[in-house]
């Protein structure tokens, strides 16, 4: 008879059962499925689950299984040919309401989908699908401040009646030259009650105001600006119709997309890094465009832009409204005018839109099409990249009756219609992104690097296990069963956290089986000892229990140490692989201190006599 | 079965001048191949482009190449990935155009030449990302270094650790400089496997120190060489048994797993020969010759019963 605590077998036991039910999900296959969210964000009932259903049934498809899991609907079908045809079904019925995503689906039974089973995620290299990495300007985004600052100045100045030279923008600083120096006081405190967070300093001589943002500021625009690039994001991902995208924010200025099952990388990567809005403005009929060409300036409170033929209008320097106060934006075709994007203001625009207007009615208004793009040019024979944004005037109409929130724009083309209501929709960028890493993998090569790993896994773990049969007779079939509790245990902690499997990921798991069978040799090599110093077999199991233990714990330590670096300064798969390595550390050290002993003790530690050991 | 049936009695300690001769040419071999030809860095470090594409036959890269110097792709590596029908094309990294449009221009073009041609995979990263995986990887290896090194101090003692880093870091210059030497790409996988490989062997290192640290207040009167001796002996079954044991496995992913994983079960198969090498010869030795004395080995706490420092 062995001691062996009773509480001790039963935590192996509780861990075994918990390896099983977790690691279980992942032995079903999977099937094609479309996923569908409500273009509104809101998370689908009961209701619209049933009427997509009926959309389904009508259009002559049989359905494997439905479910909502996250707000979205999920539709399982028996093959490709169905999986598409339903996505044209709904897409048909109820394109306005709905986004379609196609996605694969796991058989597991509904039963244990009930009980929240589900199994484990694949990463992009096994699935497919496009990985972004974008490299947020910043320092854009704070130059959008500034401008925006610039012209609240000017129209303080102007509301308050002080007149002004100029208003220049210069590094981190904007500056207000005045015309009476008499003025300074009275412009300082009408600018400050229109921003009181800002420091306003006198310049250089008596009539300029001076107003710099504090390095915080700075900082909390930045940050401002890539948490709302990310939100942006994933509203263009989820316009799109992407299952299970992953938008997030990247060390300090990066922001990093998955799109699991996109293929059109080309297509996605165009509408994600847009930063395209909309402006509208006046036109300043007062002046000749023509002469402002000519002397290669715009007069006072106008600026110039080309149209769409290149040729020059002159509009007021100050807007209406701007992208940023658009609530809604659909798209269509108008009967006179060809395509049309329908669009409706917040609160704060409407009322300008309105008194505009009223006041300016049968005045002509333009429509700004505005776009950051990057572009590289020759500059000393070098290439270097610039940011060029690019302005547009797509459109100009007569005012002809008094509105404030819903109107529409025409004067773009189809496509450009669609897709700037999309952006529109989905918010502008608060500054201007750039891929700087982009990886797109095609579905047979994630199918492939599946099916390989998953081989490797299956024969080295054979292999490991016949040979350790072998060398180590019964011994080495209690290893096994300890071996196979582990990579069931490392699996079932994998599916629990959701931590997606990539391929470095499976050769982790590999090598967690290589690196754990490490310790079970330790241990037997040292009951082996023990014997051979004349021990009995139940005491020799005890002993090398005992005297294998430290160096199993901090031979592991010094491995985990390793891969804690890994997961630190890795990034993507390399992180998978790091995970997968620090917890089959930790499923080696229970499984082969805890689970092995108390395998021995169930089969040895319960006679009272053991005559020989088969190791 | 059993291969060590009585424990061996190697006079590992004495000899240790032959063996250390032997780390110090393959080290210089490394170091000469990381100068000359110097490593193949991936496009993971360097930057660049690279489209794996399928054909459905033997792929004919003359012909391709020449499709692609045509199409203004002058600078253009294509090889094979793998078998015979992967063929890989890596261009320099350029910033004019998104690098995704690059590929799919790739694709078209090796499409005039044979149409049945499948997009497997793009890679684009941007100049600054390699530098800075660069950067990152090297860091990675330096603190895992440190820090291993200051566990096996707490643990044991600081010249015990000092002989297991300097092993350690045997393993991954003779790694790296087989990557230089046979020109295979070095990319994010392999230096992830260099560095699993670093805490892997520093395994083999601390189960010898383990029973180098049990055994002294047994052997009275040994000197320190004698204990690192028998504790190099006594443990050399369970080393040579897990190497064995591991290489079977890391065989079926070198073998199994494909292209994708090939580099890293070439790095982790020879950092397993490698660290088993150099935790039997090397460690223990360059912790005697860093004068390790009977006083350090004394002042190892004997840990006995369950530590309480697991991770």
Redo the contacts between chains.
Sequence with gaps: MTEFPRWKSITVLLALIFGVIFAVPNLFAEDPAVQVARRSYEPINNVQQQAIEAIVRDAGIAHADSFISDGRLTLRFADVADQLKARDAISAKAAEQYVVALTRATRMPKFMRQLGLKPMSLGL?LRGGLYL?Y?VDVDGAVAQLLERLEQEFRKTLRDERIPYVDITRTGQQVRVELRNAADVERARENLFKANPDLTITSGADAATLLMELRPEQVKERQDYAIQQNITTLRNRVNELGVSEPIVQRQGLDRIAVQLPGVQN??EV?DILGKTATLEFRLVDTANDPEEAVRLGRAPLGAKLYRDRNGGPVLLKRDVIATGDQLTDATHGVTQQEGPAVFVKLDGRGAAEMLKTTQANLGRPMAVVFIEKVRR?VERDGK?V?VDVTEEQVISVATIQGVFSSSFQITGLRLNEASNTALLLRAGSLAAPIY????????P??GQ??VD??I???F???L??FV??A??Y?GMGLIADAILLFNVVLLAALLTLLQASLT??G??GI??T???A??AN??IY?RI??ELRNGNSPLASISAGF??A???I???????????V??F????G??KG??VT??LG??TT?FTAILGSRALMHFIYGRRRRVERLSI | ??FFKKPTQIRFMATRKWWYTLSAVMIALSLVALWRPGLNYGIDFTGGIAV?V?YPSAADLDRARAALTQAGFTDAQVQNFGTSRDVIVRLEPR??V????I??RVLEVLKTVEPNV?????????P??GGE?RE??F??ML??FI??LA??WF?FEFKLGLGAILAAMHTPIVIIGYFAATQLTFD??V??AV??V???Q???T??V???A??RFPLMRGATPGDVLDAAVN??L??TV??S???M??????L????E??RG??IA?LIGIVVGTYSSIYIASASALDLGLSAEDLMSVRH?K???D???
Excluded: H, W
């Excluded at chain 1, 630190?568 to 990034?571: A, I, K, M, N, S």
């Excluded at chain 2, 998104?98 to 449009?101: E, I, Y």
């Design positions: 290299d990495l490299q990388s080309a990567k590289t290439k990249e891929p700087i890493e982009e990886r797109a993998i095609g047979s090569l492939d690097n390989k790993g081989g490797a896994l024969v080295g773990s292999l490991l040979a350790m072998i060398y007779k391929l470095p499976i050769a590999v090598l089986v290589a690196m069978v490490d040799i330790l090599e082996r000892e005992d005297k233990f430290s160096a714990a901090d031979s592991n330590v010094t491995a985990f140490i390793a891969g670096v890994l630190v300064f890795g990034t798969p390399i692989f790091a390595l620090c550390i930790v050290l | 079965m059993e794996e399928a910033t004019d998104s690098g995704t449009v590929g799919n499948e997009l497997r995979r793009i890679d684009v990263v941007g600054q990302v995986l990152k990887g860091l990675a603190f895992t820090f291993i566990y096996i643990r994010l996988t230096l992830a560095l699993a670093v805490g892997y520093i395994n083999d601390v189960v120190f383990d029973r640290r049990e006594q443990t079954s369970r048994i897990t064995g044991a591991t079977i496995v890391v065989a079926a992913l073998f199994l797993a494909g994708a994983l890293f079960s982790i840990e019963g369950p530590v420092d697991l991770p």
